[in-house]
């Protein structure tokens, strides 16, 4: 099925944490799904991105000329993202037991990139050539060990995906306020229409 990647798909705030919710519902075997079944989607996904997270890339476009050959690694980083940070934010702390596959996946991402990263200003290199996407999915997977981004990181509540807080008192709720939070201010809304029905039958 071939998925539209649109603005929605990248609310994660990062590469990594976009690429980590390509797998929708995550925890309910009932309704989960992987949008990344296709491998041919992960280009699609890398050509979308390079868009959706030009300020991230510094501009540097994201390449994935042989999809099915990627694969395997873009779906360890993305397993071993998603376990690392979806259990940090769960715990509250990083479990060092799953450290080991992640920094092992991400240097698989890595291993075969010809290319320099980490000038000033220019993390994922240079933006007049374009960056193996598995190579920067590691980057930007390995950032989230940096600075304050674990402190910021979020479950969205109603869709479970992984997100950044970047709002200025780490207040955010929702991944997407116009597409989750609005979900689940429709849903209370009936939920208390409904009660308010029951009641006045009960009358």
């Known amino acids: 099925m071939t998925v539209s990647w649109t603005p929605h798909r990248f ?15 995550r925890g309910d075997p009932q309704k989960t799904f992987d949008r990344f079944d296709s491998p041919a989607e992960i280009a699609r996904f890398a ?25 395997p690694v873009v779906l360890a980083i993305r397993e071993a993202t998603d376990r690392l940070f979806r259990g940090a934010v769960a715990k509250g702390a990083v479990a060092t ?27 994922f290199g240079d933006p007049a050539t374009p960056i193996a996407f598995e190579a920067a999915l590691a980057v930007s997977a390995l950032s989230l060990l940096q600075g304050d981004a674990f402190a910021r990181l979020r479950i969205c509540p109603n ?21 989750c939070g609005n979900r689940q201010k429709a849903s209370r ?11 006045t039958t009960n009358v």
């Open 11 to 25: 609310t994660g705030g990062l590469l990594a944490l976009d690429t980590a919710n390509t797998v929708v519902l």
């Open 47 to 71: 050509d979308a991105a390079s868009d959706f997270r030009a300020a991230e890339l510094g501009g540097r476009r994201l390449e994935a000329p042989l999809p099915d050959k990627i694969a």
């Open 97 to 123: 037991g799953d450290l080991p596959p992640f920094l092992k996946a991400c240097a698989e991402g890595l291993a075969h990139s010809h290319t320099e990263i980490g000038a000033s200003g220019r993390p």
């Open 159 to 179: 869709c479970t995906w992984l997100f950044l807080d970047r709002s200025r008192n780490s207040s955010r709720l929702w991944c997407d306020m116009a597409v």
């Open 189 to 199: 809304h009936y939920r208390r229409r409904r009660a308010a029905a029951r009641g």
